[in-house]
C-alpha cells in the first residue's frame, strides 16, 4: 500500500511541476510568478500567448482541451480547477 500512495504522490508532485513548467515555458516567467498569473496580467499572456500556454498544457498532459474550457482559462488557479475537475489531472 505504501507503494501506491507513494506513486500516487509521486504523480501529483510531477502534475504540479508540469503544471508550472507549462506557464514557465509560455510566458517565460518564473515559477513563483507563474503561479500567481491571471490573463492580461503579463503582456506575454495576450490571446497568442493564451494559445501557446494551452498548446504546453495539452502536450505536458496528453489531453485535447475543449473549446469551453480554452475560453474559462484565465487564471493559474483556475487552470488547475479546470484540468482537475474535466480532465482528471490530480495536483
Not at 57 to 85: N, R, Y
Amino acid at each position: 500500500m505504501l507503494t501506491v500512495v507513494g506513486i500516487k504522490w509521486r504523480n501529483i508532485m510531477n502534475n504540479q511541476e508540469k503544471y508550472v513548467q507549462a506557464f514557465v515555458n509560455a510566458f517565460e516567467v518564473d515559477a513563483e510568478k507563474a503561479k500567481t498569473l491571471k490573463f492580461q496580467d503579463i503582456p506575454a499572456w495576450d490571446s497568442v500567448g493564451h494559445m501557446g500556454l494551452i498548446a504546453q498544457l495539452e502536450e505536458q498532459f496528453g489531453i485535447m482541451m475543449e473549446p469551453d474550457d480554452i475560453v474559462d482559462l484565465s487564471s493559474f488557479e483556475k487552470g488547475k480547477e479546470i484540468l482537475a475537475g474535466k480532465y482528471g489531472v490530480e495536483f
